[in-house]
């Protein structure tokens, strides 16, 4: 084990403490005051420069040492979700219907033992920018972050995030080049036809049988226009008409999930869903329209900058530990709008497997950020740092 990672198990107790805080507290996208409040302190009383309400709750941490040229980003993330927490545990959320479910209170803190590690001990030249964003749970944070000049104002040669992974032994660094976390649009399309008698339906144009249909002719778009070896999802989750048996509604609307790891597909899978939808609706004589919402986009993390995050997980905890190439997840992350503008990598630290409490799913409402991390990513954070700042 590295003498790093040693250091920061040894004060690990007040930050397994603070995460705790932060998880007792938990604030939904934008309405981090009183987390980002506490960041901010704890960073200027550690000397670094802070800019807070960049992007809202946002703030950037800034630590000029040497004369080196070159400037790091890191990320964390510090939002909750609104679930309602049932893990019963001492420092369960006390906000009802809100709860780090996502582990950002982890994040939150594992960056800042490592800048508290950094300011004290740090060994580097040059510029460490600390980026706490709001919002990552579809807010797009980051998108406003940038909105107010992040990278203008603290320029980087790249940046870097992690984030926890239930399902993966504790402590296991994945990492992964390339598309690593998928595109996530959101589509409501709303059908309208001529409500009418359910027992006449000659005399009405029936939305349901069409959004039926829709439902049905969707499931050919990855399973025919797609290539077999690409990946793509199109989910229908919601699909509402009508309150009763003997009556043809107005009107249908359907809620889609629409996610790809490529560009390409991601453009292709718009324009075919578009054309089916009204070319469907034209055959069944209602009207539809589409709100196509994109949302967060492709995430890639860069050849070069992986490479360099997968030297450093090594150095730190060994190629028993490592996974140099894991498999993309089909979830999305706010992140991959820094890496549209800035080089880096984005890696998962497992939570936990097997029957172990630390492989209760992300966003359950019995999850909870595997305290035996912090260590292990603070000093992560660490040693990245003073290998990128040389
Ligand atoms: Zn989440
Ligand atoms: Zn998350």
Not at 36 to 48: F, I, Q, R, T
Not at 326 to 355: C, H, K, Q, W
């Amino acid at each position: 084990m590295s003498s790093l990672l040693e250091a920061l198990k040894q004060k690990a107790d007040a930050f397994v403490d603070l995460r705790r805080d932060i998880h007792r507290h938990p604030e939904l996208a934008f309405d981090e005051h009183r987390t980002s409040a506490l960041v901010a302190d704890k960073l200027e009383g550690w000397g670094y420069a802070v800019e807070r309400g960049l992007g809202g709750t946002g703030l950037v941490g800034q630590l000029v040492r040497g004369d080196g040229s070159r400037r790091l980003g890191l990320r964390a993330d510090m939002d909750a979700l609104p679930i309602h927490e049932t893990t019963g545990l001492p420092h369960a959320s006390c906000h009802a219907g809100v709860m780090h479910a996502c582990g950002h209170d982890g994040h939150t803190a594992m960056l800042l033992a490592a800048a508290q590690h950094l300011a004290e001990h740090g060994r580097f030249s040059g510029t460490l920018n600390l980026i706490f964003q709001p919002a990552e749970e579809g807010g797009g944070g980051a998108l406003r972050m940038m909105d107010d000049g992040l990278f203008e104002k603290y320029p980087c040669d790249a940046v870097f995030a992690m984030h926890n992974m239930p399902g993966i032994a504790q402590g296991r660094l994945v990492l992964r080049e390339g598309a690593a976390m998928a595109s996530s649009d959101y589509v409501s399309v709303t059908l309208t036809g001529v409500g009418g008698h359910g027992a006449m339906p000659h005399r009405a144009t029936d939305p349901v049988v069409a959004a039926a249909s829709i439902v049905m002719a969707l499931q050919t778009v990855v399973s025919r226009n797609i290539d077999p070896l690409q990946m793509a999802v199109v989910t229908v989750g919601a699909l509402h008409a009508g309150k009763a048996n003997n009556v043809i509604p107005q009107s249908a609307t359907l809620e889609l999930s629409v996610r790809a790891l490529d560009r390409e597909v991601r453009a292709k899978l718009e324009r075919r869903i578009k054309a089916l939808i009204a070319a469907q609706a034209e055959s069944f004589e209602v009207q539809a329209q589409i709100d196509w919402r994109p949302g967060y986009a492709v995430l890639v993390n860069t050849p070069d900058e992986t490479a360099f995050a997968r030297e450093v997980a090594l150095e730190l905890v060994g190629d028993e530990s490592v996974t140099l190439q894991g498999p993309a997840v089909t979830g999305s992350e706010d992140f991959a709008f820094m890496l549209e503008r800035v080089p880096g990598s984005y890696l998962f630290i497992g939570n936990g497997d097997g029957d172990s409490a630390g492989a209760c799913m992300v966003h359950n409402p019995g999850y909870d950020f595997n305290d035996a991390n912090l260590p292990i990513g603070a000093a992560y954070w660490a040693l990245l740092a003073q290998r990128f700042l040389v």
